[in-house]
């Protein structure tokens, strides 16, 4: 399988070039982000629990810490994918209220939008950094993308700030142990709760189950790591895993690249 990545970094966020095969469990990422496919087989994809395709002129548009997946059929070849994450506090700061929500999956993309996508794309798979798009251009580009409703303007959406005080002091016990990998009937105890009704409140408060919020804990911690330069053994045991091979495939399937090709896309800066 073909996984060349490539990332670029700026004050929006950061920009991923990515061609899987590979199917995506379901998973989340804190950062709203956006998918745009360049070439190869397009997947489908599950966003929110609503299937969503992906096309030439529609994008995909995923809010933070909302569930996703994409499928892939086993032959064909691989699916190229310019993946937008925006960072919290500069999409926050373009929005009235300081708040923000895609209404939907499924975002027009115009034929500018779709030619400058193209343009970075074949900019970063050339091996370079994008000089001559200059960091005004590409957030003017990653603005373009974010055009909720205004049914949606000023929605807010969860940014992992639960309500409940049971489940706020559960996601602290899940950060404080991301790598030892902590048993949720253990977990539903300390906060005074079956394991039931623990995985019924914790999914109404943040749209996850507790498995797919640890899973991203622990993605983060990975992709932090990586990016620090500390060696896969040390990596795969600090979020709970004996084995690197194990690691290897949980990462894969979450981040739709190997850890190792994770890290040298991370040599790729703005």
């Given at each position: 399988m073909r996984e060349p990545i490539k990332v670029l970094r700026g004050t929006f966020g950061r920009i991923s070039l990515?061609?899987?095969?590979?199917?995506?469990?379901?998973?989340?990422?804190?950062?709203?982000?956006?998918?745009?496919?360049?070439?190869?087989?397009?997947?489908?994809?599950?966003?929110g629990g609503r299937r969503a395709c992906v096309g030439p002129d529609t994008a995909i548009a995923i809010n933070p810490l909302e569930p996703h997946s994409h499928a892939f059929p086993p032959a064909g070849e691989p699916g190229l994918f310019l993946v937008f994450y925006l960072d919290?506090?500069?999409?926050?700061?373009?929005?009235?209220?300081?708040?923000?929500?895609?209404?939907?999956?499924?975002?027009?993309?115009?034929?500018?939008?779709?030619?400058?996508?193209?343009?970075?794309?074949?900019?970063?798979?050339?091996?370079e950094d994008p000089a001559d798009l200059s960091a005004y251009e590409i957030e003017r580009f990653a603005d373009s993308l974010c055009r909720p409703s205004k049914a949606a303007q000023g929605a807010a959406t969860w940014d992992g700030r639960a309500r409940d005080?049971?489940?706020?002091?559960?996601?602290?016990?899940?950060?404080?142990?991301?790598?030892?990998?902590?048993?949720?009937?253990?977990?539903?105890?300390?906060?005074g709760m079956s394991r039931p009704h623990f995985f019924a409140v914790f999914k109404s408060?943040?749209?996850?189950?507790?498995n797919i919020y640890l899973n991203t804990l622990r993605i983060e911690e990975s992709v932090r790591l990586l990016q620090s330069g500390e060696p896969l053994t040390f990596i795969a045991h600090h979020v709970g895993f004996t084995q690197q091979s194990n690691f290897s495939r949980f990462f894969r399937d979450h981040v739709g690249v190997t850890p190792t090709a994770y890290r040298s896309a991370s040599q790729h800066r703005q």
């Open positions: 990515i061609s899987v095969r590979r199917d995506f469990v379901t998973h989340a990422h804190r950062e709203a982000h956006i998918i745009i496919w360049l070439g190869g087989a397009p997947g489908e994809m599950t966003v919290d506090d500069w999409l926050r700061a373009r929005r009235p209220g300081g708040a923000f929500a895609f209404d939907g999956p499924h975002l027009p993309l115009g034929a500018e939008q779709r030619a400058t996508a193209v343009r970075i794309s074949q900019l970063l798979e050339g091996g005080f049971r489940i706020r002091k559960a996601i602290a016990m899940m950060k404080d142990a991301v790598g030892a990998r902590p048993s949720f009937d253990d977990v539903a105890r300390s906060v408060q943040t749209k996850l189950t507790p």
